[in-house]
């Protein structure tokens, strides 16, 4: 069987965008350091998966609206324990989660992050 182990994703400063993440799901720091050949990363999560955060410095800003742009990324799908606390988290670190919505298989919100980054909260009964 195969698994996902991780997603890289460019971010202005990936220092800040993993402590966010780590403040909103109790995630950790795996790995911080520079990039293969320039840049740097820093790699947060949990120990079978995790996002992997990189800059060159100074990226481009987003262009294009990525659910039509092939091969962009529409959005990351976190599964958590309990959606209402997350939610007042995401809450107090300033973002506006939209409406909670309630369908098989489990309960959900989505929230865009400071890198333009949509993220879908998910919790499973």
């Known amino acids: 069987m195969a698994r996902l182990e991780h997603v890289n994703i460019t971010v202005a400063?990936?220092?800040?965008?993993?402590a966010e993440l780590c403040s909103l799901f109790d995630w950790k720091i795996r790995w911080s350091g520079p990039g293969m050949t320039t840049g740097?990363?820093?790699?947060?999560?949990e120990e079978a998966s995790y996002l992997a955060l990189f800059t060159f410095g100074n990226p481009d800003e987003l262009h294009q609206e990525t659910y039509r742009t092939r091969g962009g990324l529409n959005h990351i799908a976190i599964v958590v324990d309990d959606l209402d606390a997350t939610e007042a988290r995401v809450r107090a670190a300033g973002y506006t989660p939209g409406e909670v919505h309630d369908y098989e298989p489990g309960r959900r919100f989505y929230f865009v992050e400071a890198n333009g980054i949509e993220i879908e909260v998910v919790e499973y009964p």
């Open 13 to 18: 400063d990936p220092d800040a965008a993993a």
């Open 40 to 45: 740097r990363t820093v790699h947060v999560g």
